[in-house]
C-alpha cells in the first residue's frame, strides 16, 4: 500500500498539466482553431491510412501523405500555437514539477517510514502514515540531489551550447565548431561522474532521516559519515542497486520487444524500489530485519490475495455508492463534453485498415501491456485521490473527455464496434477506481485535519490495496476481450 501510495501521489502530479491542457484546448475553441486542426488531423489520418494500403487514387501519394495533406496538418498545428495555449502548457508543466515533487517527497517519506516500521517490529503502514510529516526532510534531499544535477551537468551543457553557437566559433570554422562540441561532452561527462558520486555518497540519507529523526542537512551528515565508516556495505550496496536496475532494464527491453514493456511501470515501483529501500535501512540501522515469517506457498497466498480483493471490491460497491456514483456521473460528463466539442465538425475518420489484425495475430503483448496499463491508471486514481480526491476527479474527467471527443471525430459505427465490447467493463471499472480515490480523498481530510488516526488511515490505505486487487482481475477480463475478441467483432461489423 505505501507503494501504490507513491504511485498515486506521482499521477496526482499530473493534474496541473491535464488542467494546462484543459485550457489549451478551451482557448482554441473558443477561438475557432480547434476545428481546423481536428479536420486536419483526420484528413491526415485517413491519407497515411490509404497510402499504407496503396488505395489513394493518387500514384504519387503512394508510399507516403500527399504534401498538400502535410501541409494543411503543419499549418493548422502552427495556427494552434497561441500565446494563450503555450502560456497554459508552460504553467501546467511549471505545476507538474511542483507538485510532483511535493509529492515525491511525501510519497518518500510514507515507504520509508512504512520500512522502517517493518524492520523493528511495528506495524509497518501505521508507522509509514506517522512519518508522512517528514516530507520537507525528502524535500530538502531531492532539491540537493536535483541542484547537484544542475550545477554539474546543466551548467556545463548550457556553457559548452552558448560557446558552439557564439560568433567566434562560428567565424573559427569547423574546427572550431568540432572543438566546442568536444569541450561540452568532456564536460558533460566529467559532470555525469559527479552526480553519481553525489548519488552514491547520498545514498543512505533518506534512511538517516527516518531513523535518526533529523533533517535534511544532519541526514545529508548521517549519510557521508555512514559511507566512511562502512565503504564496503555502501559499495556493494551500489553495486546491488545498479545491477537491479539493469536487470530490469534488460527485462524491461526484452518484454517491450514482445509489446508489454508496460510491465516496467509496475515491477519498478512495487518490487525493485521497495526491496532496495529495505536493504538501505537495514543496512543504516545495523538489523538483520524481522524474524522469519512462516508462511504458505505462493500459489496459496495468489488465491488468498485474489478472494480478499475480489470480495472487497464487492464490498466497497455496495457500501462506498456514492462516490462510486459521483466517479461514473464525472465519467459520463467528460464524455458527453468531449462529444459535444467536436461532434459538430462534421468529420468521420474510418478506423484501422486491418481491423481483425490491428494487435497482430497472436497479441499476448498488447494484452499485457493494456492490462497493465489500465491497472496503472486505477492505482493512480485510487491512491491519488489522497489528496483531496481532487486528482481523482482530474483523471476520469480527462479519460472521459478523450472518449468523447474520439467519438465526435471517428465514424459512430467504427467507434462504438471497436470501443463497446471492452469498454461496457473497463469504463465502469475504472470509474470504480475513481470512486475509491474519491473515498480516500476524504480520509485524506479527515487526516489532515486531525480526525482521523494513523491506524485508521492505515487501514483504509490497506483496503484500499485489497480493491486494486479487485479492480486488476476485471481489468485483466476486459484486457483480453480488448486485445483478442474486440478486433474480431469489430471486423465482422465493419469489415477489413
Known amino acids: 500500500p505505501a507503494s501504490l501510495l507513491s504511485i498515486g501521489l506521482a499521477a496526482a502530479a499530473r493534474v496541473p498539466l491535464t488542467?494546462?491542457?484543459?485550457?489549451?484546448?478551451?482557448?482554441?475553441?473558443?477561438?475557432?482553431?480547434?476545428?481546423?486542426l481536428a479536420r486536419?488531423?483526420?484528413?491526415?489520418?485517413?491519407?497515411?491510412?490509404?497510402?499504407?494500403?496503396?488505395?489513394?487514387?493518387?500514384?504519387?501519394?503512394?508510399?507516403?501523405?500527399?504534401?498538400?495533406?502535410?501541409?494543411?496538418?503543419?499549418?493548422?498545428?502552427?495556427?494552434?500555437?497561441?500565446?494563450?495555449?503555450?502560456?497554459?502548457?508552460?504553467?501546467?508543466?511549471?505545476?507538474?514539477?511542483?507538485?510532483?515533487?511535493?509529492?515525491?517527497?511525501?510519497?518518500?517519506?510514507?515507504?520509508?517510514?512504512?520500512?522502517?516500521?517493518?524492520?523493528?517490529g511495528r506495524a509497518p503502514l501505521v508507522a509509514g502514515v506517522r512519518s508522512a510529516g517528514r516530507w520537507r526532510t525528502f524535500l530538502g534531499l531531492t532539491l540537493v540531489r536535483a541542484a547537484v544535477a544542475f550545477v554539474a551537468v546543466g551548467l556545463p551543457l548550457f556553457v559548452g551550447l552558448t560557446l558552439a553557437v557564439s560568433p567566434t566559433v562560428i567565424a573559427g570554422g569547423d574546427a572550431a565548431s568540432v572543438a566546442a562540441v568536444l569541450v561540452t561532452i568532456a564536460l558533460v561527462a566529467a559532470g555525469g561522474l559527479v552526480v553519481l558520486l553525489a548519488y552514491f555518497l547520498l545514498a543512505f540519507a533518506e534512511p538517516a532521516a527516518i531513523v535518526d529523526d533529523v533533517g535534511t542537512v544532519d541526514s545529508i551528515r548521517a549519510s557521508l559519515g555512514?559511507?566512511?565508516?562502512?565503504?564496503?556495505?555502501?559499495?556493494?550496496?551500489?553495486?546491488?542497486?545498479?545491477?537491479?536496475?539493469?536487470?530490469?532494464?534488460?527485462?524491461?527491453?526484452?518484454?517491450?520487444?514482445?509489446?508489454?514493456?508496460?510491465?516496467?511501470?509496475?515491477?519498478?515501483?512495487?518490487?525493485?524500489?521497495?526491496?532496495?529501500?529495505?536493504?538501505?535501512?537495514?543496512?543504516?540501522?545495523?538489523?538483520?530485519?524481522?524474524?522469519?515469517?512462516?508462511?504458505?506457498?505462493?500459489?496459496?497466498?495468489?488465491?488468498?490475495?485474489?478472494?480478499?480483493?475480489?470480495?472487497?471490491?464487492?464490498?466497497?460497491?455496495?457500501?462506498?455508492?456514492?462516490?462510486?456514483?459521483?466517479?461514473?456521473?464525472t465519467l459520463a460528463g467528460g464524455i458527453v463534453a468531449g462529444y459535444v466539442t467536436t461532434a459538430p465538425y462534421g468529420v468521420s475518420a474510418s478506423g484501422p485498415g486491418n481491423v481483425a489484425g490491428v494487435f497482430g495475430a497472436v497479441p499476448v503483448g498488447p494484452f499485457v501491456t493494456i492490462a497493465a496499463n489500465n491497472w496503472l491508471v486505477s492505482a493512480g486514481l485510487a491512491y491519488g485521490g489522497v489528496a483531496f480526491g481532487i486528482p481523482a476527479v482530474s483523471g476520469v474527467l480527462?479519460?472521459?473527455?478523450?472518449?468523447?471527443?474520439?467519438?465526435?471525430?471517428?465514424?459512430?459505427?467504427?467507434?462504438?464496434?471497436?470501443?463497446?465490447?471492452?469498454?461496457?467493463?473497463?469504463?465502469?471499472?475504472?470509474?470504480?477506481?475513481?470512486?475509491?480515490?474519491?473515498?480516500?480523498?476524504?480520509?485524506?481530510?479527515?487526516?489532515?485535519?486531525?480526525?482521523?488516526?494513523?491506524?485508521?488511515?492505515?487501514?483504509?490505505?490497506?483496503?484500499?490495496?485489497?480493491?486494486?486487487?479487485?479492480?486488476?482481475?476485471?481489468?485483466?477480463?476486459?484486457?483480453?476481450?480488448?486485445?483478442?475478441?474486440?478486433?474480431r467483432v469489430a471486423a465482422a461489423i465493419v469489415g477489413g
Open 226 to 329: 555512514f559511507v566512511r565508516a562502512h565503504p564496503a556495505h555502501a559499495l556493494a550496496f551500489a553495486l546491488v542497486a545498479v545491477g537491479g536496475y539493469v536487470a530490469v532494464a534488460v527485462a524491461v527491453a526484452v518484454a517491450n520487444a514482445a509489446g508489454a514493456g508496460s510491465l516496467g511501470g509496475i515491477v519498478l515501483p512495487l518490487l525493485v524500489a521497495p526491496l532496495l529501500e529495505a536493504g538501505s535501512t537495514a543496512l543504516y540501522a545495523g538489523e538483520d530485519g524481522p524474524d522469519r515469517v512462516d508462511r504458505p506457498g505462493a500459489g496459496v497466498r495468489v488465491r488468498r490475495a485474489l478472494r480478499a480483493g475480489w470480495s472487497e471490491l464487492a464490498r466497497f460497491v455496495r457500501g462506498r455508492p456514492l462516490p462510486v456514483l459521483a466517479a461514473l456521473a
Open 19 to 36: 488542467v494546462g491542457i484543459g485550457v489549451a484546448v478551451a482557448s482554441l475553441a473558443a477561438t475557432g482553431r480547434l476545428e481546423p
Open 40 to 120: 486536419a488531423a483526420v484528413e491526415f489520418q485517413e491519407a497515411a491510412r490509404e497510402s499504407a494500403s496503396g488505395t489513394g487514387s493518387d500514384p504519387a501519394s503512394m508510399g507516403g501523405v500527399p504534401p498538400e495533406t502535410a501541409g494543411e496538418m503543419a499549418d493548422a498545428a502552427a495556427n494552434a500555437v497561441t500565446p494563450a495555449v503555450v502560456a497554459a502548457i508552460v504553467a501546467g508543466v511549471v505545476g507538474a514539477v511542483i507538485v510532483g515533487l511535493l509529492a515525491s517527497a511525501l510519497g518518500s517519506a510514507v515507504t520509508y517510514g512504512t520500512v522502517r516500521g517493518g524492520l523493528d
Open 398 to 487: 480527462f479519460n472521459g473527455a478523450l472518449v468523447g471527443a474520439l467519438a465526435g471525430v471517428f465514424d459512430r459505427t467504427a467507434f462504438l464496434a471497436l470501443v463497446a465490447p471492452h469498454g461496457v467493463l473497463e469504463l465502469p471499472v475504472i470509474a470504480v477506481a475513481g470512486g475509491l480515490g474519491l473515498h480516500l480523498g476524504g480520509v485524506g481530510w479527515r487526516a489532515v485535519r486531525g480526525r482521523a488516526t494513523a491506524a485508521a488511515v492505515a487501514g483504509e490505505l490497506e483496503r484500499a490495496a485489497q480493491v486494486l486487487v479487485g479492480i486488476g482481475v476485471l481489468l485483466v477480463v476486459a484486457a483480453a476481450i480488448e486485445a483478442f475478441l474486440t478486433p
